[in-house]
């Protein structure tokens, strides 16, 4: 997707390992977001960011961190993985998510996670 | 609590047949909706929106929504279907979160689109 882009697309790795994603914007929206797809639970918000070294844990963060050193990047790191983190992980960027705004989010085109 | 329900989990037409995928939502604000396309192993795309403006929203690719607020609706529809139509489609509110909003996604509908 134009302006936001993922690294890797794709990993396998190994139980107990860590492993960083990569989301990188040129849009230079001030939030983003780390969620993962996983079949029969949709889409679920994992961390996300509202500002440079601002960061906050959503509903599934446990056995993940994130980091934000620049506004152009979101970084998510899995400690040590495990098979029941292999999914697929999608980054979002949006303009605001102030009280009274409400735009869409534009998403990377996602990581497919295999923890063996 | 704030909720989105779809109430189908799969969907399957005939192309050029109608289309209508089923959202409801529970929200103590005025939320505002949206309708996402995941087309395999694709990301998400932004279909049409719902601000607290029109009722009846237009989007991308022939779809439209109707924001009912009486029945907690958000419902899709497209007068006729094509097979690029096939996809994955989510209904999502966003909803107030301190100073913040957040994303509230449901399990999403399967379209299937038969010659």
């Known amino acids: 997707d134009a302006g936001i882009t993922q690294s890797p697309r794709h990993k396998v790795t190994e139980t107990g390992t860590p492993v960083t994603l990569r989301c990188h914007q040129t849009?230079?929206?001030?939030?983003m977001y780390w969620y993962r797809q996983d079949p029969g639970h949709g889409l679920r918000l994992i961390h996300y960011?509202?500002?440079?070294?601002?960061?906050d844990k959503g509903e599934v963060s446990d056995g993940y961190s994130v980091s934000r050193s620049k506004t152009e990047d979101f970084l998510l790191t899995l400690e040590s993985a495990t098979s029941s983190q292999t999914s697929v992980y999608f980054c979002?960027?949006?303009?605001?998510?102030?009280?009274?705004?409400?735009?869409?989010?534009?998403f990377g085109s996602g990581t497919r996670l295999t923890v063996v | 609590a704030q909720s989105v329900t779809q109430l189908d989990s799969h969907v399957s037409v005939s192309e050029g047949t109608p289309v209508l995928l089923r959202c409801n939502y529970s929200?103590?604000?005025?939320?505002?909706l949206f309708w996402y396309v995941q087309h395999p192993n694709k990301g998400l795309q932004l279909l049409l929106k719902?601000?607290?403006?029109a009722t009846l929203v237009k989007g991308i690719n022939g779809f439209e929504a109707e924001f009912k607020k009486s029945e907690t609706s958000f419902h899709l529809t497209k007068p006729s279907a094509h097979m690029s139509d096939a996809a994955e489609y989510f209904c999502?509110?966003?909803?107030?979160?301190?100073?913040?909003?957040?994303?509230?996604w449901g399990l999403g509908t399967s379209l299937a689109v038969n010659p």
């Open positions: 999502v509110v966003s909803v107030r979160a301190g100073n913040n909003r957040k994303l509230i």
């Open positions: 929200s103590s604000y005025s939320p505002s």
């Open positions: 719902y601000t607290s403006a």
């Open positions: 849009e230079n929206h001030r939030y």
């Open positions: 960011s509202y500002g440079v070294k601002d960061t």
């Open positions: 979002a960027i949006s303009e605001s998510t102030g009280a009274t705004s409400s735009g869409g989010y534009t």
